[in-house]
C-alpha cells in the first residue's frame, strides 16, 4: 500500500521558532508537494520537487523553504514562525514527472503557532 | 486561471440513497482529474482518478464521470452508509502538469 508519513500530527510552537515540518513516502515517488489547509481558503500550494534537490515555488511560498537531500523525504521549514501560520500542514506524493499520476496524502500536521 | 467549484457545499441524506456530488472546472485543458474524500481533522484519501482520455473510472460503490467539454465531473454514490460521511474534494491537473486546483469540498453527512 502507498504510504506517505508525516512525522508529527500536532505542534504547538512559539512566535519566532524555526520550525521543521518532515514528510516520507515509501512509494520511489519523484514528485512531492507541501499544501495548507485552511478553513474558506482551501488547500494551497507552498512548494513542490520534482526530483532531489529540485524545488519550485508553488502558490504562496513567502515565508517558508523546503529541503529534499532525499528521494523519499520533502521537509517543509518556517525560518520564523508566525501565528498566520498556523494552519493545517498537507505532504502529498505521486509517482511521474510528468505530473499524470495519482496524488497521495499524508495525515496532515496541525501546527499552532502562539 | 483554473476555477473548480463543488456544489452543493453540504448534503445531508438518509442511510441507503444514491447521490451525485458535482465537481465544475472552467478551462477544458486538463491531464486528469481526482476525487478525495477527507475525515475530519485527517489528511485527504484518493478514491478515484480520471485521465484527461477516459469519461469514467469506479471503484466499489463510487463512479466517477467526466465531460472535458463542458468542464464538469460528478461523483456518484450507491447506497450511501454513515461510514461515508466525509468532505469529498475534486481536483484538477493542468498545464505544467505538477499543479492541481482543489475544489473547496462537499460536505456528506448519511443519517441512519
Known amino acids: 500500500d502507498v504510504k506517505v508519513t508525516q512525522s508529527s500530527r500536532y505542534l504547538v510552537k512559539r512566535t519566532g521558532e524555526k520550525v521543521f515540518l518532515e514528510c516520507v513516502q515509501d512509494m520511489d515517488h519523484e514528485n512531492m508537494f507541501w499544501y495548507r489547509q485552511d478553513p474558506g481558503l482551501g488547500l494551497r500550494l507552498i512548494y513542490f520537487?520534482?526530483?532531489?534537490?529540485?524545488?519550485e515555488k508553488g502558490d504562496i511560498p513567502e515565508g517558508y523553504s523546503v529541503s529534499r537531500e532525499k528521494k523519499e523525504r520533502f521537509s517543509l521549514i518556517l525560518e520564523s514562525a508566525s501565528t498566520n501560520q498556523t494552519s493545517m500542514y498537507l505532504c502529498?506524493?505521486?509517482?511521474?514527472?510528468?505530473?499524470?499520476?495519482?496524488?497521495?496524502f499524508g495525515e496532515g500536521s496541525r501546527l499552532t503557532v502562539l | 486561471k483554473q476555477e473548480v467549484t463543488q456544489i452543493p457545499a453540504a448534503l445531508s441524506v438518509p442511510e441507503g440513497e444514491n447521490l451525485v456530488l458535482n465537481c465544475s472546472f472552467t478551462?477544458?485543458?486538463?491531464?486528469?482529474l481526482q476525487w478525495f474524500r477527507q475525515d475530519p481533522g485527517k489528511g485527504l484519501t484518493s478514491l478515484l482518478l480520471?485521465?484527461?482520455?477516459?469519461r469514467e473510472q469506479t471503484s466499489g460503490r463510487l463512479n466517477a464521470s467526466l465531460d472535458k467539454s463542458s468542464g464538469r465531473s460528478t461523483l456518484y454514490i450507491a447506497a450511501s452508509q454513515p461510514g461515508d460521511s466525509a468532505t469529498y474534494l475534486c481536483?484538477?491537473?493542468?498545464?505544467?502538469?505538477?499543479?492541481?486546483?482543489f475544489g473547496t469540498g462537499t460536505q456528506l453527512k448519511v443519517e441512519l
Open positions: 478551462d477544458s485543458a486538463i491531464y486528469n
Open positions: 502529498a506524493s505521486s509517482l511521474d514527472r510528468v505530473g499524470t499520476g495519482e496524488l497521495f
Open positions: 520537487s520534482y526530483d532531489v534537490k529540485m524545488k
Open positions: 480520471i485521465q484527461s482520455s477516459q
Open positions: 481536483a484538477v491537473r493542468a498545464g505544467g502538469g505538477n499543479k492541481l486546483t
